[in-house]
């Protein structure tokens, strides 16, 4: 857990322009413990991760998930066993602009290219009516109803209908720009 914590730390300290010596006098925390931290030594106490956290202004939950994926990851769709199911895909951290789009192909083999968005943004797709392929840096997914995808779309990347009018949800994040 140090590593991840260390390494969100670092991306949401650098995305803030905030320098190690500005982080340690607003949170309290000495220059050598957050190196440290950041470097993915030692195991931070939470008091120390809610002093950071506080400084970058952030919810605490924000430096104990996870980094961002390198590639596309997929949750596929899951049967409902009970009267209902709720799942959350992704949670989109501070610091994000965040666009909802409806994203709707009537033709077979219909592509919608992309060259990439802009540095750091990130693309969150839950198909309606599938099947899609979602292609990024020539990695490719198949996808169908129900089927969840984020991947970093700062690259190139495609959507592919694989059936008549394909139906899905694009959630694009993207960081604020100053």
């Known amino acids: 857990m140090g ?3 260390g390494a969100q730390v670092r991306r949401l300290r650098l995305l803030r322009k905030m320098s190690v010596s500005a982080l340690a006098r607003e949170s309290g925390v000495s220059k050598a413990t957050l190196s440290n931290i950041e470097a993915g030594q030692g195991n931070p106490t939470i008091e120390t991760i ?3 956290a506080v400084a970058l202004r952030l919810p605490l939950g924000d430096l104990i998930q ?6 596309p990851v997929a949750l596929r769709a899951t049967e409902v066993t009970g009267p209902f199911k ?3 895909f992704h949670r989109i951290g501070p610091g994000m602009n965040t666009e ?3 994203l709707r192909i009537a033709v077979a083999g219909y592509r919608i290219e992309s060259p990439g968005h802009i540095a750091g943004t990130i693309e ?3 198909v309606d009516r599938g099947p899609i392929t979602i292609s990024v840096d020539g990695e490719s ?3 169908d109803s ?3 995808v984020i991947f970093p779309a700062d690259s190139p990347h495609f959507y592919e209908a694989r059936g008549q009018d394909v139906r899905a949800v694009v959630v694009m994040s993207y960081p604020v720009m100053p």
């Open 3 to 5: 590593r991840m914590v």
């Open 66 to 71: 996870p980094v961002p994926p390198p590639g």
């Open 141 to 143: 997914l198949d996808l």
């Open 100 to 102: 909802v789009w409806r």
């Open 86 to 88: 709720q799942e959350l």
């Open 50 to 52: 809610a002093a950071i």
């Open 146 to 148: 129900g089927d969840f």
């Open 124 to 126: 969150h797709i839950v």
